[in-house]
């Protein structure tokens, strides 16, 4: 069964990068058909898309984030992680990563299960 | 940026059937939007329920089923139960990047 795991700081300070890794169990990450995204989610409000990567390196990011958000991979160790810069109390949230696959019409079927991070000082 | 929409709350009686939409305020959601639908209940990861508009995932229960509606993508539960009591997401794509709705809070009473 393919397994998602998110980890990082759970505390950022203001105007410091927030750098989160999602560790991939139970599957390559370097199918041809998945892409690997983040999505994350601030206390009591809805979803927010924040990107994408293929393990060829190929990314994807919301407009409203892009000029913040780098989304990476390393294959070897089964790992694709997310650097926001510049933050602030707005982007406290859980963040998840989750699996998407393009042969199958996009299902986004397997999460993580989330970690809280929390921007203060 | 491209605004996809919800309704905030519904409300449906056990056994009844409820639809729930979303809208873009690009024009019509098509096929090409593989519009996906997630179940959230608190304090839990979303569970994916429908993909590519109409599909369902193995572990998604029959009563739900996904469609296109007047422009819009759809997600209807028939004969609901009371653990369907969540909140509802949809998820548009464009051109590569995905954009959540805001969400619908079902209640079942």
């Known amino acids: 069964q393919l397994l998602l795991q998110e980890s990082g700081p759970a505390l950022v300070k203001p105007s410091e990068t927030l750098s989160l890794t999602c560790t991939v169990s139970g599957g390559s990450i370097s199918g041809s058909s998945y892409y690997w995204g983040w999505i994350r989610q601030p206390p009591g409000k809805g979803l927010e898309w924040i990107g994408n990567?293929?393990?060829?390196?190929?990314?994807r990011q919301s407009p409203s984030l892009q000029s913040r958000v780098t989304i990476s991979v390393d294959t070897s160790k089964n790992q694709f992680s997310l650097r926001l810069t510049s933050v602030t109390a707005a982007d406290t949230a859980v963040y998840f990563c989750?699996?998407?696959?393009?042969?199958?019409?996009?299902?986004?079927?397997?999460w993580g299960q989330g970690t809280l991070v929390t921007v203060s000082s | 940026q491209t605004v996809v929409t919800q309704e905030p709350s519904l409300t449906v009686s056990p056994g009844g059937t409820v639809t729930l939409t979303c809208a873009s305020s690009s024009g019509a959601v098509t096929s090409s939007s593989f519009s996906n639908w997630f179940q959230q209940k608190p304090g839990q990861a979303p569970r994916a329920l429908i993909y590519?508009?109409?599909n369902k995932h193995t572990w998604t229960p029959a009563r739900f089923s996904g469609s296109l509606l007047g422009g819009k993508a759809a997600l209807t539960v028939s004969g609901v139960q009371p653990e369907d009591e969540a909140d509802y997401y949809c998820?548009?794509?464009?051109?590569?990047?995905?954009?959540f709705g805001g969400g619908t809070k079902l209640t079942v009473l």
């Open positions: 998820l548009l794509h464009y051109g590569g990047a995905r954009v």
């Open positions: 590519s508009t109409t």
């Open positions: 990567i293929h393990y060829s390196g190929t990314t």
């Open positions: 989750a699996r998407d696959d393009i042969s199958s019409g996009w299902p986004l079927d397997y």
